[in-house]
């Protein structure tokens, strides 16, 4: 019997939803329990593929192609559990699908309306293939209670609750305890007014979740508990931790998975298993030392662009037992010639992350070069590893004019829509035309490793599979040219046609991938490459 959890977030937005959501699957695992987490998000985006990473954060890519939301990062780094399209809707893509159906005549000339239709087809999405011996299905609502466009979604979860009953439907809400230091007290109000907000839909939580900077008083508990129809043990303080993969264990600690079994009235299972969370935890509290990675993008505003790259850099460090140190660099400043370099002087390494589009484009090649002349650690990401081709193209093998068809025709296409390219180098024009929402290659896709190569080396294997997202393509046409040069092209498409991989033969550790291997990493399995090139900082470092 498949049980299912709701999560909801009340009072404000950025509470920690994702990361809720995420923690409690892993205590779930830790008990043995075989979960699912899922992601409902109200906005009208068919899928944020589109959405701008200062608005959004990153994309997150799934190994079956779907662009989602960046909380199923959280869910697969917490709990291993690889994500699929299915695991996140929109209402965007909800109403696509009705209308497509709508046109077809599907309804059969019925009054298409937001009850029954939208509603039945949010259920169908939540109960649709978990995967084989789940045991819980975790669904995230995204958004904050109150808001229109997610009332939809709310009433799709009452109806379940109602359909499911109390046996197999669990409602948890994340709310968020205030400190006034002027009154020198926590505030219980927008608790109790967001839980009356969510009752008056609907839903009774079984469970609250409160997010503080300090302990909850037991009269304040009460006071919750009482005004807010739970159990006093239903009130689960979420006090903030100094990391999140302290999380689990404070969880555990405050009683959240064991009031979930309660609901459920499991008095059978078994204790949770938290060694690795405590090793981790141990680990990013005790390091050996500290390794500083320069991170050069053009979101480095914000931090949630590059979230997946920011945590497989500490998976990195946990392998290696030091802290990493992430300073978020603005490629736009260096796009000016003229600027100087000297942030870079300080990092142990540099990581050129996944991009789109000319600006901040330069700066990113300037860094790659500083990196390749120094000497220094150097990790190219997608974009980031096409921009050190177009560097090492021109500063390595002479090509002067080398460049990418993303920024317009070229003379010297080094990088370029695979079906623009023909023999040899010939001028190349860009189709303004392009649907930018469904040319990309999209998931995961297979690579051949050279053998004798450093990734082979890091890998412990000739043959992988990597996540992809990215319109642009290395032209295999320079191969030679570049390969004379000193650029290895160590990973290729099994076809031969697509390069994937490039090292640089005389550099200690400079390493670019077309693909996103943050993607695939996990506290617990840091991702090989991640691993290795902090161990190269490290060793920049002086650490060993």
Known sequence: MIRYIFITGGVV???????????????????????????????????????????????????????TDLDLGHYE??????????????????????????????????????IPHVTDAIKEFVLSDPGDDVDFVLCE?????????????????????????????????????????????????????????????????????????????????????SFCNVRPSSVIEARDVGHIYDVPAAYHAEGLDTEVLWHFRIDDAPKPDLTRWNEIAHTIHNPDGEVCVGLVGKYTDVPDAYKSVSEALVHGGLANKVRVKVRMIDSEQFDDEHHPLDILEGVHGVILPGGFGERGAHGKMRAARFARERKLPCFGICYGMQLSVIETARHMAGIKAASTTEF?????????????????????????????????????????????????????????????????????????????????????????????????KDHPWFIGVQFHPELKSRPFDPHPLFASFIEAAKVQSRLV
């Not at 077809?104 to 000339?109: M, S």
């Open 141 to 225: 609502i995204g958004g904050t209670v109150g808001d229109i466009e997610g009332l939809p979604f709310f009433e799709a979860i009452r109806q379940l609750g109602q359909e499911l009953g109390p046996e197999r439907t669990c409602f948890i809400h994340l709310t968020l305890l205030p400190y006034i230091p002027a009154a020198g007290e926590m505030k219980t109000k927008p608790t109790q007014h967001s839980v009356k907000e969510l009752r008056s839909i609907g839903i009774q939580p079984q469970i609250l979740l409160c997010r503080c900077d300090r302990p909850i008083p037991e009269t304040e508990k009460g006071k919750i508990a």
């Open 13 to 67: 937005s950025s509470l920690g939803k994702g990361i809720a959501s995420a923690a409690m699957g892993s205590l779930l695992q830790a008990r043995g329990y075989k979960v699912r987490l899922r992601k409902l998000d109200p906005y009208l985006n068919v899928d944020p593929g589109t959405m701008s990473p200062r608005q959004h954060g990153e994309v997150f890519v799934t190994d079956d192609g779907a662009e």
């Open 408 to 504: 317009g025709p070229t003379d010297e296409p080094v990088v370029g829509l695979i079906e623009e390219w023909t023999k040899g180098n010939e001028k190349i024009t860009r189709d303004e035309n392009t649907d930018k929402g469904g040319t990309m290659r999209l998931g995961a896709y297979p690579a051949i490793l050279r053998q004798g190569s450093k990734v082979a080396e890091i890998y412990g294997t000739s043959e992988i599979s990597e996540r992809h997202r990215h319109r642009y393509e290395v032209n295999r046409g320079y191969i030679e040219k570049m390969e004379a040069a000193g650029v290895v092209f160590s990973g290729m498409s099994p076809d031969g046609m697509l390069p994937e991989i490039i090292e640089l």
């Open 77 to 114: 780094r917490f709990t291993g559990v690889s994500a699929r399209q299915s695991d996140n809707i929109t209402t965007g893509r909800i109403y696509q699908s009705i209308i497509e159906k709508e046109r077809r005549g599907d309804f059969l000339g019925a009054t298409i309306q937001v």
